[in-house]
């Protein structure tokens, strides 16, 4: 059996077409469906597809008073995956939910409730470890500054970070004695 076509599906009882382009409130509960948005993030998507702004706005509005929307929600969720699971720290998470769009005081406050109970030393040393793969220590100097670069990409103070190198290297200077 096939399903009827969504033009085919917007009929009305007369058999007359109805308009064809779903309304900004159904585009975005599909957005939505697929995956967790911030406002911005909706807003575009939804102008990106011609709807006009006072409909955008309004389904918008609509879909904030249901908790549909959440930029709070949402921060809190991608902030924990991030340091969780991804191992991130704390600068690179909050560049990144500013770039989503949520505001610049929500992410400073989420970011600063997830990394609340975290060390971030122990954050680094992870990272080292999962980078290293087993790998006894870095080699030169050379290795030691792209460890450098790719601990501050994630998003480490570069306080931590120089900590973490000089320890790794005082490790390694007293195992080869």
């Known amino acids: 059996m096939r399903w009827p076509s969504r033009a085919a599906s917007s009929r009305t009882s007369s058999g007359l077409g ?16 697929r995956r967790a948005l911030t406002v911005t993030e909706c807003r575009d998507r939804l102008l990106a597809r011609q709807h006009a702004e006072d409909k ?66 122990s954050l680094v040393a992870r990272a080292l470890q999962k980078k290293l793969r087993g790998r006894p220590r870095p080699a030169d100097a050379a290795e ?20 973490s190198l000089r320890r790794l290297r005082r490790t390694k200077d007293d195992k080869v004695e």
């Open 56 to 121: 955008v706005d309004a389904a918008i509005e609509h879909l904030l008073e249901i908790g549909s929307l959440d930029d709070r929600r949402l921060a809190q969720a991608h902030a924990r995956t991030a340091v969780e699971i991804k191992g991130r720290g704390r600068l690179r998470v909050v560049r990144e939910l500013q770039a989503r769009g949520v505001d610049k005081e929500v992410a400073a406050e989420v970011v600063s409730e997830v990394f609340g109970e975290k060390d971030e030393r």
């Open 18 to 33: 109805a308009e064809t382009r779903p309304s900004a409130y159904l585009d975005a509960l599909h957005f939505l469906a």
């Open 144 to 163: 030691y500054a792209r460890l450098y670069q790719f601990l501050m990409r994630q998003g480490f103070t570069p306080a931590v970070v120089v900590e």
